[in-house]
């Protein structure tokens, strides 16, 4: 599984970047947002729910994927 840096948002608006990992489906067609296995936020994982946003149970906050990183310092 590959992991990609890409930023979220949450729902209040703040932008964050983070690690996701992608699952392995070898279709290259599906939008890598439909690919994200889960996110990494401060060391918590984050597993998506059925609308594809990531709440952290913890603190309740709800993440929602915007684009992947292209800056290369920050990919993995």
């Not at 998506?48 to 292209?70: M, R, T």
């Amino acid at each position: 599984m590959d992991k990609i840096t890409v930023i979220v948002k949450d729902q209040e608006e703040n932008e964050s970047i983070v690690v996701a990992k992608l699952n392995d489906l070898e279709d290259n067609d599906i939008p890598f947002f439909k690919r994200v296995e889960y996110i990494e936020v401060e060391g918590k994982t984050i597993f998506p729910n059925i609308d594809l946003l990531f709440e952290d149970e913890a603190d309740g906050k709800v993440y929602k994927l915007v684009s992947p990183v292209n800056d290369k310092r920050f990919n993995l």
